[in-house]
Protein backbone atom coordinates (compact mmCIF):
# COMPACT_ATOMS: atom_id res chain seq x y z
CA UNK A 1 0.00 0.00 0.00
CA UNK A 2 1.63 3.08 -1.07
CA UNK A 3 5.48 2.05 -1.88
CA UNK A 4 4.91 0.21 -4.40
CA UNK A 5 2.87 -0.07 -8.08
CA UNK A 6 2.71 -3.67 -9.31
CA UNK A 7 2.42 -4.49 -13.10
CA UNK A 8 1.37 -8.06 -14.13
CA UNK A 9 0.06 -9.31 -17.71
CA UNK A 10 -2.20 -11.99 -16.77
CA UNK A 11 -3.67 -14.65 -19.21
CA UNK A 12 -5.45 -18.23 -19.09
CA UNK A 13 -5.47 -18.14 -15.01
CA UNK A 14 -1.70 -17.54 -14.60
CA UNK A 15 0.71 -14.55 -14.44
CA UNK A 16 2.50 -14.04 -18.12
CA UNK A 17 4.82 -11.08 -17.33
CA UNK A 18 5.45 -9.28 -13.14
CA UNK A 19 7.05 -6.43 -12.06
CA UNK A 20 7.33 -4.51 -8.96
CA UNK A 21 8.27 -0.67 -8.78
CA UNK A 22 9.38 0.95 -6.24
CA UNK A 23 7.35 3.78 -6.74
CA UNK A 24 3.45 5.08 -5.90
CA UNK A 25 1.12 6.58 -3.74
CA UNK A 26 4.06 7.78 -1.12
CA UNK A 27 6.59 8.78 -3.93
CA UNK A 28 3.46 10.81 -5.23
CA UNK A 29 3.04 12.45 -2.23
CA UNK A 30 6.93 13.12 -1.98
CA UNK A 31 6.93 14.87 -5.14
CA UNK A 32 4.34 16.91 -3.91
CA UNK A 33 6.51 17.99 -1.04
CA UNK A 34 9.22 18.63 -2.92
CA UNK A 35 7.56 20.70 -5.75
CA UNK A 36 5.71 22.51 -2.72
CA UNK A 37 9.34 23.45 -1.10
CA UNK A 38 11.37 24.45 -4.24
CA UNK A 39 8.94 25.97 -6.11
CA UNK A 40 6.42 28.03 -3.52
CA UNK A 41 8.86 28.13 -0.73
CA UNK A 42 6.83 26.12 1.49
CA UNK A 43 7.15 23.44 4.16
CA UNK A 44 3.99 21.08 4.10
CA UNK A 45 3.93 17.08 5.33
CA UNK A 46 3.03 14.26 4.72
CA UNK A 47 -0.49 14.31 5.62
CA UNK A 48 -1.11 17.77 3.59
CA UNK A 49 0.59 16.25 0.41
CA UNK A 50 -1.25 13.58 0.88
CA UNK A 51 -4.32 15.96 0.50
CA UNK A 52 -3.68 17.90 -1.89
CA UNK A 53 -2.91 14.68 -4.27
CA UNK A 54 -6.39 13.54 -3.43
CA UNK A 55 -8.32 16.93 -3.62
CA UNK A 56 -6.35 18.39 -6.23
CA UNK A 57 -4.03 15.98 -7.94
CA UNK A 58 -4.28 15.16 -11.60
CA UNK A 59 -2.15 13.27 -14.32
CA UNK A 60 -3.55 15.34 -17.36
CA UNK A 61 -4.89 19.05 -16.12
CA UNK A 62 -8.58 19.36 -17.22
CA UNK A 63 -9.64 22.63 -15.22
CA UNK A 64 -7.23 24.35 -13.26
CA UNK A 65 -8.83 24.67 -10.04
CA UNK A 66 -6.83 25.85 -7.12
CA UNK A 67 -6.78 24.88 -3.66
CA UNK A 68 -5.43 26.10 -0.68
CA UNK A 69 -2.48 25.14 1.30
CA UNK A 70 -1.51 26.24 4.77
CA UNK A 71 2.62 25.08 5.49
CA UNK A 72 5.68 27.28 6.87
CA UNK A 73 7.60 29.81 4.81
CA UNK A 74 10.98 28.16 4.43
CA UNK A 75 12.84 31.85 3.98
CA UNK A 76 10.53 33.47 7.44
CA UNK A 77 9.78 29.96 9.31
CA UNK A 78 6.33 31.53 9.25
CA UNK A 79 2.97 30.05 8.49
CA UNK A 80 2.14 30.92 5.65
CA UNK A 81 -0.70 30.03 3.01
CA UNK A 82 -0.61 30.00 -1.07
CA UNK A 83 -2.95 28.49 -3.72
CA UNK A 84 -1.49 25.84 -6.05
CA UNK A 85 -3.22 24.96 -9.22
CA UNK A 86 -3.88 21.77 -10.95
CA UNK A 87 -1.47 22.66 -13.57
CA UNK A 88 0.81 22.54 -10.23
CA UNK A 89 0.28 19.23 -8.84
CA UNK A 90 0.47 17.89 -12.79
CA UNK A 91 3.87 19.54 -12.75
CA UNK A 92 4.96 18.14 -9.37
CA UNK A 93 3.50 14.29 -10.36
CA UNK A 94 4.96 14.24 -13.68
CA UNK A 95 8.41 12.33 -13.15
CA UNK A 96 6.74 9.60 -11.00
CA UNK A 97 3.90 9.21 -13.47
CA UNK A 98 6.83 8.51 -16.23
CA UNK A 99 8.35 5.98 -14.22
CA UNK A 100 5.30 3.93 -13.37
CA UNK A 101 4.68 4.81 -17.97
CA UNK A 102 7.85 3.17 -19.03
CA UNK A 103 7.06 0.50 -16.30
CA UNK A 104 3.39 -0.16 -18.43
CA UNK A 105 5.91 0.24 -21.55
CA UNK A 106 8.58 -2.15 -20.06
CA UNK A 107 5.49 -4.54 -19.36
CA UNK A 108 3.89 -4.20 -23.10
CA UNK A 109 7.63 -5.07 -24.87
CA UNK A 110 7.87 -8.43 -22.83
CA UNK A 111 4.47 -9.80 -23.17
CA UNK A 112 4.23 -12.22 -25.87
CA UNK A 113 3.03 -11.30 -29.48
CA UNK A 114 -0.02 -13.60 -29.43
CA UNK A 115 -1.51 -11.52 -26.30
CA UNK A 116 -0.84 -8.14 -27.40
CA UNK A 117 -3.90 -8.59 -29.84
CA UNK A 118 -6.13 -9.02 -26.69
CA UNK A 119 -4.57 -6.12 -24.59
CA UNK A 120 -5.53 -3.96 -27.88
CA UNK A 121 -9.37 -5.10 -27.06
CA UNK A 122 -9.30 -5.51 -23.56
CA UNK A 123 -6.88 -3.01 -22.29
CA UNK A 124 -5.70 -1.83 -18.93
CA UNK A 125 -7.27 -2.46 -15.44
CA UNK A 126 -5.77 -0.01 -13.20
CA UNK A 127 -6.36 -0.72 -9.12
CA UNK A 128 -5.32 0.38 -5.90
CA UNK A 129 -5.16 3.98 -4.52
CA UNK A 130 -3.12 5.19 -7.33
CA UNK A 131 -6.02 4.62 -9.85
CA UNK A 132 -8.20 7.37 -7.62
CA UNK A 133 -5.46 10.12 -9.20
CA UNK A 134 -7.82 12.06 -11.61
CA UNK A 135 -6.52 11.51 -14.82
CA UNK A 136 -4.77 8.76 -14.58
CA UNK A 137 -6.54 6.46 -16.83
CA UNK A 138 -6.40 9.04 -19.77
CA UNK A 139 -2.78 9.40 -18.82
CA UNK A 140 -2.39 6.08 -19.35
CA UNK A 141 -4.22 5.74 -22.37
CA UNK A 142 -2.63 8.75 -23.90
CA UNK A 143 0.85 7.01 -23.66
CA UNK A 144 0.41 3.39 -24.44
CA UNK A 145 -2.19 3.75 -27.17
CA UNK A 146 -4.61 1.21 -25.11
CA UNK A 147 -7.74 1.81 -23.30
CA UNK A 148 -7.51 2.23 -19.58
CA UNK A 149 -10.03 1.47 -17.04
CA UNK A 150 -10.22 1.82 -13.50
CA UNK A 151 -11.35 -0.94 -11.74
CA UNK A 152 -14.69 -1.21 -9.49
CA UNK A 153 -14.16 -0.25 -6.00
CA UNK A 154 -9.97 0.14 -6.94
CA UNK A 155 -9.30 0.05 -2.66
CA UNK A 156 -10.81 -2.91 -2.44
CA UNK A 157 -11.03 -5.14 -5.42
CA UNK A 158 -7.56 -6.77 -5.32
CA UNK A 159 -8.63 -8.43 -1.77
CA UNK A 160 -11.55 -9.37 -3.00
CA UNK A 161 -10.22 -11.16 -5.89
CA UNK A 162 -7.75 -12.67 -3.73
CA UNK A 163 -10.44 -14.24 -1.89
CA UNK A 164 -12.32 -15.58 -4.32
CA UNK A 165 -9.12 -17.06 -6.23
CA UNK A 166 -8.24 -18.94 -2.55
CA UNK A 167 -12.26 -20.05 -2.76
CA UNK A 168 -11.24 -22.06 -6.27
CA UNK A 169 -7.23 -23.19 -5.33
CA UNK A 170 -7.35 -25.69 -7.89
CA UNK A 171 -8.10 -23.38 -11.00
CA UNK A 172 -5.76 -20.26 -9.35
CA UNK A 173 -2.55 -22.44 -8.04
CA UNK A 174 -0.40 -20.65 -10.26
CA UNK A 175 -1.27 -17.41 -9.73
CA UNK A 176 -0.66 -18.22 -5.97
CA UNK A 177 2.27 -19.56 -5.59
CA UNK A 178 5.22 -17.39 -5.04
CA UNK A 179 8.14 -17.30 -7.20
Sequence with gaps: GGGTTEIAVMSLGGVVYSKSLRVAGDALDQSIIAYMRKKMNLMIGDSTAEKIKKEIGTAIVTNNNTYAVKGRDLRSGTPKEVNITEEDTAEALNDILKQ????????????????????????LVLTGGGALLKNIDKRFSKETGLPVHIADEPLSCVAVGTGKALDQEQTFSTMLTEY
Design 100 to 123: MVNGIKDALESTPPELSADLVDMG
